[in-house]
């Protein structure tokens, strides 16, 4: 069993900082479950352009307020506390 916290993640490898967010990837493919586990934290005022080509993505907002941007359509939809959002065709989006 693998018992993590994010706290003990912090100032490790496991910790990824940038001028837009933070990452702190308690589950990663190394770990071997099939899936990445990571609480991510969107720094506001700031926009970020993801595209990710090799996989899948589900994203669950625990707190903040922002909005979320398919590429494609150009389609922009409200994110709150409580909203999930899952890129099902890695779709190339914007926060």
């Given at each position: 069993m693998?018992?993590?916290k994010?706290?003990d993640?912090?100032?490790t490898?496991?910790?990824?900082?940038t001028p837009?967010w933070?990452?702190?990837?308690?589950?990663?493919?190394?770990?071997?479950?099939?899936?990445s586990?990571?609480?991510?934290?969107?720094?506001?005022?700031?926009?970020?352009?993801?595209?990710?080509?090799?996989?899948l993505?589900?994203?669950y907002?625990?707190s903040?307020e922002?909005?979320?941007?398919?590429?494609a359509?150009?389609?922009?939809?409200?994110?709150?506390p409580?909203?999930?959002y899952a890129?099902?065709?890695n779709?190339?989006h914007?926060?």
């Open positions: 693998m018992v993590r994010t706290s993640l912090i100032g490898d496991r910790e990824v900082d837009n933070t990452s702190r990837r308690i589950l990663l493919k190394k770990d071997g479950m099939g899936f586990f990571h609480e991510t934290i969107i720094r506001s005022g700031t926009e970020t352009l993801i595209w990710y080509k090799n996989h993505e589900a994203v907002c625990v903040g922002g909005t979320v941007e398919t590429l359509d150009k389609k922009v939809y409200a994110i709150s409580g909203t999930t890129l099902d065709k779709d190339q914007k926060l």
